[in-house]
């Protein structure tokens, strides 16, 4: 069963997800993380004047750590440079096929939460629940500012910028699948979202 979980920045898809796939015993996938770890190498390579194709980097998870080339980048692909830089990548046609293509390839078997901006709609449209997580604007500033120590008013801005990026790309545009449940979590409490969700997952099940 693939669970996908879409979503603007800052609605608590990762987190969200990641607690969902731990609840089922089912395995978490962090798509946004894939293409931070293709921004994070556009910046380094940048900076070296030495380009890596793209085929050839080496994007792996183990447990909570994200791996780019075998070195952990957990920590480096969550910083604002990275988040903008991310949203770029993830607007060219090449990058979103290669790593679209190594999606479907891990979810093909086994029991998956994966979270992103176009799972249920290019990913998996085939998933057997889609869920679009969103939440009020400033809401998602303020849990991006606690994360980043930037203030609510930066975030904010940055989000409504990605935002319209995100949902104007030719590829792949960020938009609610049509039979996607739209969980809003705007004042809900964590654990009540978490219970939603596997609530949703129970009944596709029976």
Same mark, same amino acid.
């Not at 604002?80 to 479907?104: F, I, K, M, T, Y």
């Given at each position: 069963m693939l669970v996908a979980i879409d979503g603007p920045v800052g609605a608590g898809k990762s987190t969200v997800a990641r607690a969902v796939?731990?609840?089922? %015993? $089912?395995?978490y996938l962090d798509t946004g993380a894939m293409y931070r770890c293709v921004a994070l190498a556009a910046i380094e390579d940048r900076a070296a004047d030495h380009p890596r194709p793209l085929e050839r980097l080496h994007i792996d998870f183990e447990g909570e750590r994200v791996l780019l080339d075998h070195m952990d980048v957990s920590d480096a692909i969550?910083?604002?440079?990275?988040?903008?830089?991310?949203?770029?990548?993830?607007?060219?046609?090449?990058?979103?096929?290669?790593?679209?293509?190594?999606?479907?390839r891990l979810t093909a078997r086994g029991d998956w939460v994966a979270e %992103?901006?176009?799972? %249920?709609?290019?990913?998996?449209?085939?998933?057997?629940?889609?869920? $679009?997580?969103?939440a009020a604007d400033e809401e998602r500033a303020a849990r991006r500012a606690a994360q980043t120590g930037r203030s609510v008013e930066e975030e904010l801005a940055d989000l409504r910028e990605r935002d319209e990026r995100d949902r104007t790309r030719d590829a792949s545009p960020l938009r609610r699948a049509d039979d996607a449940v739209e969980v809003d979590t705007t004042g809900l409490p964590f654990d009540e979202v978490?219970?939603?969700?596997a609530a949703l997952v129970a009944e596709r099940r029976a």
């Open positions: 796939a731990q609840h089922l %015993g $089912f395995t969550r910083t604002p440079d990275v988040s903008n830089e991310a949203s770029r990548v993830a607007a060219d046609p090449v990058v979103r096929e290669q790593l679209v293509d190594r999606q479907r %992103g901006r176009d799972i %249920g709609t290019v990913v998996r449209p085939d998933a057997e629940l889609k869920v $679009f997580l969103t978490v219970r939603r969700i």
